[in-house]
């Protein structure tokens, strides 16, 4: 059942539409992420849920309650904000405390929840500093527990893990994830990271110019994309025009004659290939193209190559470095034969 | 030694306008007055602090003293009450309207500080401007000239710009994302101003509130211009001290009296921050 809905959500700059017509409907309990690079729309989209843009058109319903118009004090819902933005001049507790307060929730219970709320993102024996005195993590976690305070039932959390350095990153995403499955928040993410999309979400919404461009688990976007964008936007550089040999065979420019798994349109489309499902080979196999290595990157588990085929394109390809595969980099030049299983190609229709 | 030299016009020129004058003052206090040129006995020749015994001792100048402090403190709170929201209205601003208010908010400076509180005399006379707008409305003229309340207006109105000015330097570095987060914790917009921006420019608040207070205290010319007779203030008492009395000595005795009061807020004010 959807607990958010989003109905014709658009919302204009003057002339410019930051969203255009969204429909999006999440539900409770779920772990949304909304990716999308700078100007996709994805933060206006949160503000707008907060309630800090007033949309041009659409609703918002939370539940059966039409919360397109209320003011943000009035929705319950609570967002963690890019910077933090804790109240520099009140102490942890007294932050985390400040919704509950709001919601006039009686002394000895603010006091329980707060600890318990402390606890939850383990920062009990910070309940009396201020934030100036807590590194970038702990306020991270001050902001997700005084978030979580009121108990809302949706919480925002704006680019959660981007101040955070590469480390502590990893295991935030952790902590947000035990703290999600431990109190069946809705949460909804922004972000601009696929990796930590495809880490974090139940689903995934990709935004491209204020419209979404694909909505779907982090499998449906990174192994169907539905756009050369959202493939492109998904780490793979292997996308080509094609045309249609027959019902299950295509030509890709500057590779060849190709073998296809699905039905092949008979529309102008693109061909997508993962760099992780192409494979160097050996002699000649079905769906096979001859080049030489062009470049080559070592990453200790794995190899980054790209490969110049004789027909004229270049692929990406990563290769596993472990027990069958070999364990030393190609040198570059080297004569290869890249193997292109026919269930490794994605159709895209645009 | 490079600091030291940058430093040196800089202490040269405390050194002779600022600590040479006080210790003059001081020394001087602490002599006599007579009919000679100039009206005192020769300095630190024989020190008497006769003048600070009567200082202390005569309720005239403990009036004063008393009433200066008050006035001050009602001006500063006049102009906290009036200048808050101004500044707050300006930092809330556009970008692009924000350095043409602050301009409007000092642009009178660009005229004379006498011929200001002069053009007030005007308005507030028992036939000026603000009497015959009374009348208009039928209401009996007031009497407003010389009195109190005139003189609350007027220092009101010249030290409004001290308060506004530390107070919208510090309000325009407020981070909005603070106030954001607390109406998306549910506050109203007044709790967001009681518990967020409020607290937040307490610094602001305390320099503007020094600001008026410290000069307003020894303020002479708008309670001798607008004020009534019984404005009794420390600068008056200061005034009719050395022109009217010749007393120079007595005159520095309230000076520097005026001084040491004064040195207590400003340290306190140095050691809250």
Not at chain 1, 184 to 196: K, L, P, R, S
Not at chain 1, 225 to 239: H, L, T
Not at chain 2, 116 to 132: E, F, H, K, P, Q
Request: neutral net charge; charged residues 15%; hydrophobic residues 50%.
């Amino acid at each position: 059942m959807a607990d958010l809905s989003i109905q014709g959500l658009t919302v204009r700059y003057g002339p410019v539409a930051a969203l255009s017509d969204l429909d999006l409907d999440i539900s409770s309990g779920e772990l949304f992420v909304l990716l999308g690079g700078s100007g996709s729309g994805k933060t206006t989209l949160l503000r707008t849920l907060g309630g800090f843009i007033e949309p041009s058109a659409g609703r918002i319903l939370l539940g059966d309650q039409d919360i397109t118009r209320l003011p943000p004090h009035r929705r319950p819902v609570n967002t963690t904000f890019q910077s933090y933005a804790l109240f520099p001049h009140m102490t942890v507790a007294d932050n985390v405390a400040f919704g509950l307060r709001r919601q006039g929730v009686p002394k000895p219970e603010i006091a329980q929840r707060v600890e318990a709320l402390l606890d939850l993102v383990r920062l009990r024996d910070f309940a009396g500093r201020k934030p100036d005195a807590l590194s970038g993590g702990q306020r991270q976690r001050v902001a997700l527990a005084r978030a979580l305070a009121p108990r809302p039932r949706l919480l925002l959390l704006d680019e959660p893990l981007s101040a955070l350095d590469r480390s502590l990153r990893e295991q935030t995403r952790q902590e947000l994830l035990r703290i999600q499955a431990q109190t069946g928040t809705t949460f909804i993410m922004v972000t601009h990271d696929q990796d930590e999309a495809l880490a974090m979400a139940s689903r995934i919404g990709l935004l491209e110019n204020g419209r979404l461009a694909q909505i779907g688990t982090p499998a449906d976007l990174y192994e169907r994309p539905a756009s050369r964008y959202v493939a492109a936007f998904m780490g793979n550089d292997n996308v080509f025009p094609a045309t249609r040999l027959a019902p299950d065979r295509v030509e890709i420019d500057g590779v060849g004659p190709l073998q296809t798994a699905n039905p092949v349109p008979t529309t102008p489309f693109w061909i997508a290939i993962r760099p992780e499902r192409l494979r160097l080979a050996q002699a000649d196999a079905l769906n096979s193209a001859g080049g030489t290595v062009l470049t080559a990157a070592y990453f200790g588990d794995s190899a980054d190559y790209a490969v110049r085929l004789d027909a004229g394109a270049t692929l990406q390809l990563v290769q596993p470095l472990s027990a069958g595969f070999g364990t030393g980099l190609l040198p570059l030049g080297t004569p290869v034969t890249v193997a292109l299983p026919p269930d490794a190609l994605t159709i895209l229709s645009a | 030694m490079n600091r030291a030299l940058v430093l040196a016009p800089l202490w040269l020129w405390l050194t002779i306008f600022v600590v040479l004058p006080v210790l003059l003052v001081a020394a001087l206090s602490f002599s006599t007055a007579i009919e000679a040129v100039p009206p005192f006995t020769p300095l630190l020749a024989s020190p008497d602090p006769a003048n600070y015994a009567l200082l202390t001792g005569d309720a005239y100048y403990l009036d004063a003293f008393l009433k200066s402090l008050l006035i001050a403190s009602v001006s500063s709170l006049c102009c906290l009450a009036i200048g808050y929201p101004m500044a707050l209205a300006i930092a809330r601003a556009p970008e692009r309207w924000r350095s043409l208010l602050l301009l409007l908010v000092m642009l009178p400076f660009w005229t004379g500080f006498l011929l200001r509180i002069t053009a007030w005399i005007g308005l507030l006379r028992d036939d000026g401007w603000i009497n015959l707008a009374l009348i208009q409305f039928g209401i009996a003229p007031l009497k407003l000239l010389y009195t109190d309340l005139a003189m609350y207006i007027g220092i009101t109105y010249a030290y409004l710009p001290f308060m506004i000015l530390p107070l919208y330097a510090r309000l325009s570095r407020r981070d909005p994302a603070l106030e954001e987060a607390a109406a998306d914790l549910g506050a109203t917009p007044w709790t967001i101003f009681r518990t967020v921006t409020l607290p937040l420019s307490l610094p602001g608040i305390v320099a503007g509130l020094a600001l008026v207070f410290i000069p307003a205290v020894g303020e002479y010319v708008i309670p001798e211009l607008l004020g009534g007779p019984g404005a009794q203030t420390i600068g008056r008492a200061l005034w009719n001290e050395f022109f009217a009395n010749r007393d120079w000595p007595m005159a520095s005795a309230v000076a520097t009296a005026l001084l040491v009061v004064l040195l207590v807020p400003m340290t306190l004010l140095r050691t809250r921050e």
